[in-house]
């Protein structure tokens, strides 16, 4: 045997072995998608305008303490409908310092100076690229966010994407194969999970029955840097929802949360939260508490205050508790999505839907019978065409089936009903290649060559359309895979995968066949 055949049949070999060991066993290795395996499918719209007013708030606070700090006169700050932030009365012979302040920001941000008599307005504006950025930023993030809560949840291959038509891409396709607690779920993922630690109003802060006898409190003049939050405490206020004033600006945050988990109130039972701070986030909260003894700390949870305890002395522990009328499943729940981070805007629910495996089932049962229909009408069809050669193309289409399967195991695919409709079109163009070389190899035999000079010269010259017709093909599988959702992508991923392998069969494994036939004997005629 010549040392090149060899060569070639180890590869062969190789190949062959590595792909039944990526996939078997095909029931541990190979995923079922939604449609096959039944789950909820969930499409998620990002608010990014509440991430935009964040960021927009966030610098209005900035601008007004620099501002401050510099001794700039101005009569007050306030973001308009447009997101624009404006600076009003400040004088005209403070212009200067004024300007120098905002071209800080000239990164993300355009001011325009309009006059008035004695005195001067800004107003400052977010480039459309800063929007787009911030935008695409927060969907990035509550899809990380969002992976996260599923992960914990414990859901087997989930398969969470962006998707959105134009330059911005603010839905999430969320799909949760297995999954049968809907409601549960739907909480899970619509849970902002906002964590603040506020100080409440030192003299007038609550609670309050009613957000009116609030501000009736404050002489209907509230602080600028107050806001009123309703106050839901069993232990205080029973079933009713009460009011309290806190200052705007928390003491600490989610960002320096560390840890969250299910806890258990020694002396009622009642389930509760535990939380626990990070390094900075107990600098913070002690200095906090030393500076405000006496006064209440509100614990705000997506922006309701669950308790409101006492400062009685300053605090260095890294642990704290919320407290409420939780069950343990809730108790666990916002513990789970206080430990994956709290997501960067609200999640509006565009469509959901829930499959039942029943489907799925039924699905697979049909997908197979239509494969194997088809795998017996393509190997008797090559049989009667083309006789003893088409058992070489037969193995090629085994071959080719082996390789797909070994490579959407290697790269964890998911196998959806469209993605069986892609194996069933890859048996068919698995053969396509074969047929085109066979025909080219009996025009040769016809001319009068001999089989071995046939053989090589139907290799040769058919070599480039087969590479043309697959390369075109897979340039339409691979559009396909950008630009398509879900199902789409698995008809493109088992189309595409299909094709290289087809490449790889019909033209090297084939041909090794017919070389390892051909260097056994001299044939004087091919069965063909």
Not at 19 to 40: R, T
Not at 116 to 144: F, H, I, N, P, W
Not at 419 to 437: P, R, S, Y
Request: net charge neutral; glycine share 8%.
């Amino acid at each position: 045997m010549k040392r090149n055949l060899q060569y070639r049949l180890i590869l062969i070999l190789v190949v062959l072995l590595g792909s039944v060991f990526l996939f078997y066993p095909p029931s541990q290795k190979i995923k079922l998608g939604l449609d096959l395996k039944g789950g909820i499918h969930l499409v998620l719209q990002v608010v990014t305008r509440d991430a935009l007013e964040a960021k927009v708030d966030q610098l209005r606070e900035l601008i007004e303490a620099d501002l401050r700090e510099n001794d700039v006169v101005f009569t007050r700050t306030r973001v308009s409908e447009d997101l624009e932030i404006e600076v009003l009365g400040v004088l005209q012979a403070q212009q200067a310092q004024l300007e120098e302040n905002l071209r800080l920001h000239s990164a993300d941000w355009t001011y325009q100076i309009q006059f008035r008599e004695g005195e001067v307005d800004a107003v400052l504006s977010m480039t459309e690229a800063a929007k787009l950025r911030t935008a695409d930023e927060t969907v990035q993030q509550a899809r990380e966010t969002l992976q996260r809560r599923v992960d914990q949840y414990g859901v087997a291959e989930p398969t969470i994407t962006v998707y959105g038509s134009g330059q911005l891409k603010d839905q999430i396709i969320v799909e949760l194969p297995g999954v049968e607690d809907f409601d549960r779920i739907i909480n899970l993922i619509k849970t902002t999970a906002r964590l603040e630690l506020k100080l409440v109003h030192p003299s007038q802060g609550g609670p309050y029955a009613t957000r009116e006898g609030a501000l009736q409190a404050h002489s209907n003049n509230l602080p600028a840097d107050y806001e009123i939050l309703p106050y839901r405490n069993p232990t205080e206020t029973g079933e009713q929802t009460m009011y309290m004033v806190v200052r705007k600006v928390q003491s600490i945050g989610g960002e320096h949360l560390k840890d969250a988990r299910r806890s258990q109130d020694s002396f009622t039972g009642r389930a509760e939260i535990e939380f626990f701070l990070k390094a900075e986030g107990v600098t913070l909260f002690s200095r906090a508490t030393e500076q405000n003894v006496g006064t209440r700390l509100a614990v705000v949870l997506d922006n309701e205050i669950r308790s409101a305890p006492n400062i009685n002395e300053r605090i260095a522990s890294e642990s704290a508790r919320i407290t409420g009328s939780f069950t343990p499943e809730q108790a666990e729940d916002l513990a789970l999505v206080l430990r994956s981070g709290a997501l960067p805007a609200a999640i509006r629910i565009l469509e959901n839907r829930i499959i039942g495996p029943s489907l799925g089932l039924d699905s697979i049962r049909r997908g197979i019978q239509a494969s194997v229909v088809g795998l017996v009408l393509v190997v008797a069809g090559m049989l009667v065409v083309y006789k003893l050669s088409g058992i070489n193309a037969i193995v090629c289409l085994v071959f080719n089936l082996l390789i797909l399967l070994g490579v959407l195991a290697y790269f964890h695919a998911t196998l959806t009903l469209p993605g069986i409709a892609g194996v069933i079109l890859t048996i068919g163009m698995a053969v396509d290649a074969n047929i085109l070389i066979f025909e080219r190899i009996k025009e040769e035999i016809r001319r009068g060559k001999t089989v071995r000079s046939a053989v090589a010269a139907g290799f040769d010259r058919v070599f480039s359309t087969i590479i043309d017709t697959n390369t075109t093909t897979l340039v339409a599988a691979l559009f396909l895979f950008q630009f398509g959702t879900g199902p789409v992508r698995g008809f493109a991923v088992t189309l595409g995968v299909g094709l290289m392998a087809n490449i790889f069969t019909a033209v090297f494994v084939s041909r090794t066949l017919f070389q390892l036939i051909l260097q056994r004997r001299e044939l004087k005629r091919l069965s063909i």
